[in-house]
């Protein structure tokens, strides 16, 4: 990554001899110029560049992490190969590990500039640009830092299955061969959720006939509380009806597909008293897309509109208002 190469292994337990461990080892890590045929480097140990020691305890998990000398970064190199040789305190050793490929050559811009939005859709990253160049992508780290309420809650615009549970981690690609927007919309991103992105460049090379990568340094981390204070769209195709032999007007319209949606409020004019626009749907959003106004007097003629009301709160513009009067 960057200037950098990280390398892990497993160290073994026993010797040769199947004589438990019970002490830290000597690990010595060097490289090698990978063959430029594409066949495995042999290690040769008076040759194999020193890139470091490390005491490893057994059986553990070892991590290294070796800085990339300059004809490794200048890309003069092809490619190469490192080998890790596990030593005890007499200096022996049963030989080197197998090759681990690395890709060389300059490493990919760092990502800078990382923030983030909260759009209908998702969440939006940005970033500062960088010229786009074949086999480079972002790779983006999403962390769930908090789910919200279970109820109620993190339903958001997009059309996904708002019933699963997102995923605590997730790594996301952008393609930037062709062009660095410098944004990217993060669609699977539930609201009111907090998200924690952090974001570095990878180009993807070939080398000896090997898939490799180099990736460059990553963002800074940057957390979003992603609330949800979008309104849903306005209800479409409001129709109202008089019902004389019931004495009411019948309301009706488009259902909203809005996934978050929590239901409807509808609001009423009196025309013949000029008053001002009122609820009159009860306090908790009705469900269906329909209404029955039964408190209507004949003779008079009243404007309605409707509403739409998520499950945040968030209300939607008025419909387009729609005129009816039950006849006297």
Known sequence: MGSEVHLQWTMPRQTTDKVPLREAQIAHICWETADPAGGESAFNPSTCK?????????????????????????????????FVELQNHAGKTAGPS???????????????????????????????????QAGMVLRIHRTLIDP??????????????????????QTLEVDLGRTDAGEALDHDALLDHVWKYQAERVLRVEADHHALEIAGEPSAAVTIDAKDVFPPAAPAGLVAVADGQAHAIDLSWVPDTDPGLAGYVVYRRDLATGSASERISAAKPIVPPSFTDAHV????????????????????????????????
């Open 50 to 82: 020193s890139a470091g020691d490390g005491h490893f305890g057994p059986g553990k998990q070892a991590n290294f992490t070796a800085a990339m000398p300059a004809e490794q970064t200048g890309g003069t190199l092809p490619a190469v190969n490192y």
């Open 98 to 132: 197998n090759p681990a490929l690395v890709a060389t050559g300059p490493a990919p811009a760092a990502l800078v500039g990382l923030h983030l939005s909260a759009q209908p859709e998702g969440v939006v990253l940005h970033w500062v640009p960088a010229a786009p």
């Open 148 to 169: 919200g309420p279970v109820t109620a809650r993190g339903t958001g615009k997009a059309p996904a299955d708002r019933n699963a549970a997102p995923p605590k981690q």
């Open 297 to 328: 007097v004949p003779g008079h003629r009243y404007a309605y509109s409707v509403r739409a009301v998520d499950q945040d709160g968030n209300q939607s513009s008025s419909s387009e208002e729609v005129e009816e009067e039950l006849p006297q």
